[in-house]
């Protein structure tokens, strides 16, 4: 499976000069935790709900502040066309929830733990479906049956 087959959404992106209370707004209407922050199409940083609070307010910027001065730089990004599993290991050894989706420099979604865990869940449920129909209703002549000196006894 393909990181873009798992993508659910289109990104969100503000460009660097944005205000932390554009960036604030667009997460709000468009209901995510983070916007990728970008240069043209390229990302050069990541604004979470949480910078937003910890980094910012908590710090007193006021909400013209640029996004760029409070993103988290050095952004990892994946490949549109990598395999899950590629996506997997990442989160696996690094501590965010959401990782830019590329098609070259260019952003194209964002893929978030939420996202893995959905599809994920979903494959386990189709690999599962046959199996669980047989332990819940098993077939006649499924049962296991006792050895034959087992069966005749007076």
Known sequence: MK????????PVTVP???TIGDAARAMAQDGVGS???????????????????????????PA????????????LAIDHDADVREAVRIFGTHPF?????VDGHRVVGVVSVDDLLIAL????????RGLSAQVMFPHGGDEPRLPAAMEATP
Do not use: C, F, K, Y
Request: without cysteine; charged residues 30%; aromatic residues 0%.
């Open 16 to 18: 660097g000069d944005a």
């Open 97 to 101: 929830r959401r990782l830019p989706v």
């Open 64 to 75: 013209d502040a640029r996004a760029d001065g409070l993103m988290s730089m050095g952004v």
């Open 35 to 61: 916007v990728i922050v970008v240069e043209g199409d390229r990302p050069i940083g990541m604004l979470t709900d949480r910078d937003l609070v910890v980094r910012g307010i908590a710090r007193g910027l």
């Open 121 to 128: 869940a979903s494959e386990l449920s189709d690999v599962t």
């Open 3 to 10: 990181v873009s087959d798992v993508v659910l959404r289109p």
